[in-house]
């Protein structure tokens, strides 16, 4: 990895909006070819990558990695990752990595909070509100290239278990905050069900690249035997529906019009002013959101 990545991946700046040199550096790499926005994790979003250029022939993929401060493990997997990604689908079609971040966003809609959002809403935790993050993360960079699409690796079950910022509400909100930046959320694998079949469709020289990156906050919201429960005393739909809608997509929102319009943003004082106006932004919501949680 380059000297200059392992800076900003060690010393985590704010950097969600890029300078025009490297702007113009990123669109000159591809050409004149139509880009999509890919997310860089897991084997997910690899894997969502792989379906997306397969189904598009002539289109090229930005691969971006957004930085969190609760990650662990080797970033060499990164840039492993996106070399894997070149071999397997053609460097003109791959660019290269693109690395963004906020620790004052994350801190903002994740930690800043914790006490009024339990109050409030009767839960918490951080994985919902990093997924918002992350997805938001990419948006600056879309609009400042004139990309349309992001994909992403984002599923609603992993072999019989649910991940609470991966039910379908949520990513229905995640799709919902892009659209309201003129922007596609593409999940290519959101039905997908079974990690073989993610196997599958990646090989097995995946394995050869390393591991990906781990989150210590991982699991936080399953109970001593693994398992998510929705319902009374546990995670219910509707309380999340209203962090969402009161909070997190509110505060996102305005934060990334900030952005846009050039502004500084003081991200913890939008997260005050909206938890002291209480907005409320609603989506049409498919009937399958509220049984596919039970």
Same mark, same amino acid.
């Given at each position: @990895?380059?000297?200059?990545a392992? &800076?900003?991946?060690r010393?985590?700046p ?5 300078? /025009?040199?490297?702007?113009? %550096? ?6 004149g070819?139509?880009i $999509?926005?890919? !997310? ?5 979003s690899?894997?969502? $990558?792989i379906?997306f250029?397969?189904? &598009?022939?002539?289109? +090229?993929?930005?691969?971006v ?12 997997y990164?840039?492993? +990752?996106?070399?894997?990604? &070149? ?5 003109g ?13 994350? *801190? +903002? ?13 009767g839960?918490?935790?951080p994985?919902?509100?990093? /997924?918002v993050?992350?997805h ?5 960079l879309?609009k400042a290239l004139?990309?349309? %699409? ?7 079950? *992993?072999?019989? &278990?649910?991940?609470?910022? #991966?039910?379908?509400?949520t ?17 290519p694998?959101v039905?997908?069900?079974? %990690? $073989?079949?993610?196997?599958? @469709?990646?090989?097995t ?5 390393? /591991? #990906?990156? #781990? ?8 109970? +001593?035997?693994?398992?998510? /429960?929705?319902?009374?005393? *546990?995670?219910?739909?509707? *309380?999340?529906?209203?962090?969402l809608? !009161? ?5 996102t ?9 050039g ?5 913890p004082?939008?997260?005050? !002013?909206?938890?002291? !106006? ?7 919501? $498919?009937?399958?959101i ?5």
């Amino acid at each position: @990895m380059e000297e200059g990545a392992k &800076k900003i991946l060690r010393d985590k700046p704010e950097r969600l909006c890029l300078d /025009h040199s490297e702007l113009e %550096t990123i669109l000159d790499s591809f050409s004149g070819k139509k880009i $999509a926005i890919a !997310e860089l994790a897991g084997r997910d979003s690899i894997a969502a $990558a792989i379906k997306f250029l397969e189904e &598009k022939d002539g289109e +090229a993929l930005l691969p971006v990695y957004t930085f969190t401060g609760t990650e662990y493990g080797s970033f060499d997997y990164l840039e492993s +990752a996106v070399e894997w990604l &070149k071999e397997r689908l053609g460097s003109g079609r791959v660019g290269d990595l693109v690395l963004l971040g906020s620790p004052n966003f994350w *801190h +903002a809609l994740n930690g800043r909070w914790v006490k009024e959002l339990i109050r409030r809403y009767g839960f918490y935790t951080p994985c919902i509100g990093c /997924h918002v993050y992350l997805h938001a993360s990419r948006i600056p960079l879309a609009k400042a290239l004139g990309v349309k %699409t992001v994909i992403s690796g984002e599923r609603e079950y *992993h072999d019989g &278990k649910q991940k609470i910022n #991966q039910i379908s509400l949520t990513i229905s909100a995640y799709r919902f905050l892009l659209s309201r930046f003129d922007l596609d959320l593409l999940t290519p694998l959101v039905k997908i069900k079974s %990690t $073989a079949q993610i196997d599958e @469709m990646i090989g097995t020289k995946w394995n050869t690249i390393g /591991h #990906q990156l #781990q989150c210590v906050l991982s699991a936080n919201y399953r109970d +001593a035997l693994g398992n998510l /429960h929705f319902g009374p005393n *546990h995670f219910d739909l509707n *309380h999340i529906l209203g962090y969402l809608s !009161e909070f997190a997509l509110p505060v996102t929102s305005r934060i990334i019009e900030g952005l846009l319009r050039g502004e500084g943003v003081d991200y913890p004082r939008v997260a005050q !002013e909206v938890l002291e !106006e209480r907005p409320r932004l609603i989506w049409e919501l $498919a009937e399958e959101i509220w049984p596919s949680c039970s």
